[in-house]
């Protein structure tokens, strides 16, 4: 069995002549969406970088600077971007590393602004927020009066929350947070919850997984602490990588049973083949708390790693959002799996094109290249054996097994 990118590609676009003569056993939606007449611009803020916990991983080292976006400029680059002529539906993605209802103000101002400017321009708005889930009751009444599609990250039991995500105080809030991803399932907000996995709460990933089931929870996305590679012999949290895949394929076995979609590393293998890695390689348009723009949502100021590929720098009123930072962007777009000579031979270039260069530091050169393998193992490992529980017929809710005509 295999995972053929070209007749998947093909299922896609319709041409099922060319999985004629194929003895390749295929793994394909149940339903093929038609690529959509409408045109959706997709809008990611990142109100602050300011947050109230203090988790033990943050990747963001969030709270310990405290920069908020300014109204009058996020004004400034709305106006700039709703735009009818080129999209008749506007997503709205507020996004964490800092909370990004910290300031329920500031939360609130930057969703009606959008819905105002929206509605002005016969623009259909929607709004997604990824949060850490320990808002208050104005931020509540916000998500539900613009049904405001939620992801929550929540790292397991009581315990673990608390060691892996204290308030600043050092206070637990697993209480605060559990409360509110129920709030959310009743109003059929919660689009899915993020599991960060360390050695606190990798063994017990089932009970984490049938704990959400039980909660209504229907999608769940798990990751491992960013220490994985050349830092895990140095540090407390390290996970090796057989370790990790082997959780990864016993999560995923268990979700498919559960019928729960499930979101990591091993799910590349059913991420539609664009070629890209993630969409800082397409049109990712990412205001960061300094106003900037840029195209990747780990890089917000210049001291970041790859901020000279990544940041296009402040706004500039009236720009046109398609031709801002061209130069820039073109050079991100050429960044497909066909273009990556570190990627030419591996099974899974054209799903996983090249990875994240903000993955593993020193992984990848200021091309954007990768330089070791340290982030391929992780993501092959977990792709192995989820196409090996594949094979056992485990799959996917919304996903079906095809036989080629041999
Ligand atoms: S490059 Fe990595 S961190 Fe940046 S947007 Fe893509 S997936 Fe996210
Ligand atoms: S797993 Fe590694 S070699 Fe394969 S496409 Fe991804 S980055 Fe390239």
């Keep these: 069995m295999a995972f053929e990118a070209a007749a998947y590609s093909a299922l896609h676009t319709r041409r099922l002549e060319l999985l004629k003569g194929s003895e390749t056993l295929l793994v394909v939606p149940v339903e093929i969406q038609p690529p959509s007449s409408e045109k959706k611009a997709v809008l990611t803020v990142f109100p602050t970088t300011n947050c109230n916990l203090r ?11 405290k920069k908020e976006l300014s109204l009058q400029q996020y004004q400034l680059i709305l106006h700039d971007i709703v735009d009818p002529s080129r999209f008749s539906r506007m997503q709205l993605h507020l996004h964490g590393g800092g909370e990004p209802t910290l300031n329920p103000r ?11 400017r929206c509605q002005t321009m016969f623009v259909a708005p929607s709004f997604t927020l990824t949060t850490n889930g320990t808002f208050g009751p104005l931020v509540r009444q916000i998500i539900a009066d613009y049904r405001i599609r939620c992801s929550i990250s929540w790292d397991g039991p009581d315990e673990i929350q608390h060691r892996q995500r204290p308030f600043a105080s050092g206070e637990n809030s697993h209480p605060v947070v559990l409360n509110n991803l129920r709030d ?13 996995v360390t050695s606190n709460n990798i063994d017990r990933l089932p009970e984490i997984i049938r704990f959400l089931h039980r909660e209504g929870v229907t999608s769940v996305h798990i990751e491992p ?6 830092q895990e012999e140095k540090s407390e949290e390290g996970i090796t990588v057989d370790r990790y895949a082997h959780h990864f394929q016993q999560a995923y076995i268990l979700c498919c049973q559960l019928g729960i979609a499930l979101k990591g ?19 990712n348009f990412v205001v960061t708390p300094w106003g900037e723009i840029s195209a990747c949502t780990r890089v917000q100021q210049q001291s970041d790693r790859h901020s000279e590929s990544f940041l296009f720098g402040p706004w500039i009123a009236g720009a046109d959002p398609m031709t801002f930072a061209a130069a ?7 960044r497909r799996a066909e273009n990556l000579t570190a990627c030419a031979g591996c099974f899974l270039r054209h799903h996983c094109a090249g990875g994240c260069p903000m993955s593993i530091p020193g992984s990848y050169d200021k091309n954007l290249e990768r330089t070791d393998d340290l982030p391929c193992d992780l993501i092959r490992a977990c792709c192995r054996l989820v196409l090996a529980a594949v094979r056992q017929g485990h799959l996917p809710p919304g996903w079906v097994t095809l036989k080629g005509n041999s």
Excluded: N
Aim: net charge positive; charged share 15%; glycine share 8%.
């Design 328 to 334: 820039q962007r073109k050079y991100l777009q050429q």
């Design 106 to 116: 500031l939360f609130q101002d930057i969703v009606h602004e959008c819905a105002t």
């Design 55 to 65: 988790c033990s991983y943050c990747y963001a080292s969030s709270g310990s600077l």
């Design 265 to 283: 590393a091993g799910m590349l293998v059913f991420k539609r083949p664009s070629g890209r890695y993630c969409g800082a390689f397409g049109w």
């Design 225 to 230: 602490v960013s220490i994985l590679g050349r």
């Design 184 to 196: 959310l399932v009743s109003l059929q907000l919660l689009e899915r919850v993020r599991v960060t």
